[in-house]
């Protein structure tokens, strides 16, 4: 490879400006020349382009949000829009991709790698850590830490006032950030995509903490909890428990946003190192991760595959350590 670009697509993740900067740096010092498209695949259609000097990223990696936009782009799922976005890559010389993304983001590589000859690294950059194949996605730390922190607040007012919240996160279909920042703030319950509610044996639960008198209770939804959120939780406790007070709190963006913490600074800068490394090396098509310390690197045909599971073991803690 000679000549690189690098795009951010899908959700914004907080690190993406620290693996944008390692990707740029990286690939000058090895002399390539390295092209940011801007709002991901939508841009690279639409041929918006620049290409970054080392300046270009300078006194990002503090930052959240990213650089270079990004974008959910349907029409890069069609054979028309990838055959698009080939034609703009090729007219730069650009010979090698490097997307930081998540899921979809990554589908899109998949299809766009199977018919046409730029090699494509994949960075996974997603709050949601719902990659197959890494211990680690960059924004997800950050991510659980504002979580943690805005769920440390509602404790605050829930104990003032001795209330019940019910607190649902991000994650879509992942319950990764429900778990970690339910157990750091200590949640009564946590509910989770990946096991089964159970709204009797919550209300249940509640119903004994009444008894025993402990009237301040977190519970922690995912969003994509398949009882279907913090406010059907809310409901649903209403109508079993009478008389409680029951509040709901949807933290929302606020979770995507902010400066990256210290460890998704270092994994954006090591994958970003390392993506480059990958193309250089002509390994390619893969994604860049990290398990057990130690760089993995992942078949982008494997996006989509088992995304790690919630362990029974975990949920036990949550429950005794809630007692
Ligand atoms: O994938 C990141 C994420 O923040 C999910 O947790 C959430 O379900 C989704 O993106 C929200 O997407 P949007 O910002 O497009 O509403």
Redesign the pocket.
């Known amino acids: 490879v000679s000549r690189i670009g690098v795009l951010t697509s899908?959700?914004d993740?907080p690190g993406m400006n620290a693996a944008i900067r390692a990707v740029v740096r990286t690939g000058l010092y090895y002399g390539l020349e390295v092209y940011g498209i801007m709002r991901g695949y939508q841009g690279l259609m639409e041929n918006d382009i620049k290409k970054m000097e080392s300046r270009s990223v300078a006194n990002i990696i503090q930052r959240g949000g990213t650089i270079l936009k990004t974008a959910?782009c349907k029409a890069f799922h069609t054979e028309e829009g990838r055959k698009q976005a080939y034609d703009v890559l090729k007219s730069h010389g650009i010979d090698g991709l490097v997307i930081i993304g998540?899921?979809g983001s990554f589908q899109g590589a998949v299809k766009f790698s199977r018919e046409f000859d730029i090699p494509c690294i994949g960075l996974a950059g997603?709050?949601?850590k719902?990659i197959y194949g890494t211990d680690f996605t960059i924004g997800f730390d950050t991510a659980v830490n504002t979580a943690v922190e805005a769920i440390d607040k509602i404790r605050d007012t829930a104990d003032a006032h001795d209330r019940l919240f019910i607190v649902e996160v991000?994650?879509?279909d992942a319950g990764y950030?429900a778990l970690h920042s339910g157990i750091a703030t200590g949640a009564e319950n946590i509910l989770v995509p990946e096991q089964k509610t159970n709204i009797q044996d919550v209300i249940a639960s509640l119903q004994e903490k009444e008894r025993r008198k402990k009237l301040v209770n977190i519970i922690v939804v995912a969003?994509?909890d398949e009882f279907g959120g913090a406010n059907k939780v809310a409901e649903a406790i209403k109508q079993h428990v009478p008389g409680v007070e029951a509040r709901v709190c949807i933290l929302g963006?606020i979770?995507?946003g902010g400066a990256p913490s210290c460890l998704d600074r270092l994994i954006a800068s090591r994958m970003g190192y390392h993506a480059v490394e990958s193309l250089i090396e002509g390994r390619h098509n893969v994604f860049v991760g990290i398990q057990n310390n130690r760089m993995n690197y992942v078949p982008l045909e494997n996006v989509g595959k088992r995304k790690g599971t919630i362990s029974s073991e975990w949920m036990k803690i949550v429950k005794i350590l809630a007692s």
Request: aromatic letters at 0%; zero cysteines; a negative charge.
């Open positions: 899908g959700g993740s959910r998540g899921d997603t709050i949601d719902d991000m994650g879509r950030i969003e994509g963006h979770q995507r």
